[in-house]
């Protein structure tokens, strides 16, 4: 499965009212971090094909998204499962630390 974009238009169906837990990953094209968080977070996506949902948020064409969870670092991935935060991380990220914090 694809990585979903997330808008503020389809925030809530995708990931507010997924039934599978949700990685979001906050990122911005100008990000060097962000660029090599996201073949790692692709990877996972790929791996966890149907226990999870992967959205990718960007920064730059999504401020009030990022504003609503205060991120003020990225890449940040914030982990939803049931339509609240179970988990986040701030930073580059190695794949297993990904599936580690998806496992809270």
């Given amino acids: 499965?694809?990585?979903l974009t997330i808008t503020a238009q389809n925030f809530e169906a995708e990931v507010l009212q997924s039934p599978l837990p949700?990685?979001?990953?906050?990122?911005?094209t100008w990000c060097p971090p962000c660029r090599a968080l996201g073949p790692?977070?692709?990877?996972?996506?790929e791996e966890l094909e149907g226990s999870i949902r992967v959205g990718?948020?960007?920064i730059d064409e999504e401020p009030a998204l990022a504003?609503?969870?205060?991120?003020a670092s990225i890449p940040t991935?914030?982990?939803?499962k049931n339509g609240t935060i179970a988990?986040?991380?701030i930073g580059l990220?190695?794949?297993?630390?990904i599936i580690d914090l998806l496992a809270l």
């Fill in 67 to 71: 504003a609503r969870f205060g991120i």
């Fill in 40 to 45: 790692i977070v692709a990877e996972v996506a």
């Fill in 56 to 58: 990718k948020v960007n």
């Fill in 87 to 89: 988990g986040q991380s």
């Fill in 77 to 80: 991935l914030l982990v939803f």
């Fill in 1 to 3: 499965m694809a990585e």
């Fill in 93 to 97: 990220q190695g794949k297993q630390q």
């Fill in 22 to 28: 949700v990685l979001l990953d906050f990122w911005a």
